[in-house]
């Protein structure tokens, strides 16, 4: 079974800088699209990025477009998320998933991610 483990979140000050990084132990993620979420307090969770198993497409909400960039290592062993220039609206628990049934592309919606981590919280905040 596939388990995901996010790490990287924090408190960080408005235009401050974040990287989180995914990464599934004792397995390596090149078979896998990998999706960023993110759900704040009352809020549905909602895609952030996603990047595909074939590396070929990524997708960013245009919420972060600009601002945030999807990744792989070369390994496959470890998929990030590089946010700059943060601002309070982007606090929430940020959530990676894996897709095995993509390949040349990949979902900003949650369905159809079969494997889930455990959140990593983001708090901008001065």
């Known amino acids: 079974q596939l388990q995901l483990v996010e790490s990287g979140g924090g408190l960080v000050q408005p235009g401050g800088s974040l990287r989180l990084s995914c990464a599934a132990s004792?397995?390596?993620?090149?078979?896998?699209?990998i999706g960023w979420f993110r759900q704040a307090p009352g809020k549905e969770r909602e895609g952030v990025s996603c990047?595909?198993?074939?590396?070929?497409?990524?997708y960013y909400a245009d919420s972060v477009k600009g601002r945030f960039t999807i990744s792989r290592d070369n390994a496959k062993i470890t998929v990030y998320l590089q946010m700059n220039s943060l601002k309070p609206e982007d606090t929430a628990v940020y959530y990676c998933?894996?897709?095995?049934?993509?390949?040349?592309?990949?979902?900003?919606?949650?369905?159809?991610?079969?494997?889930w981590g455990q959140g990593t919280q983001v708090t901008v905040s001065s």
């Open positions: 998933a894996a897709d095995q049934t993509t390949y040349y592309y990949c979902s900003g919606s949650p369905k159809g991610y079969d494997y």
């Open positions: 990047i595909s198993s074939s590396d070929a497409s990524t």
């Open positions: 004792g397995f390596t993620l090149d078979s896998y699209s």
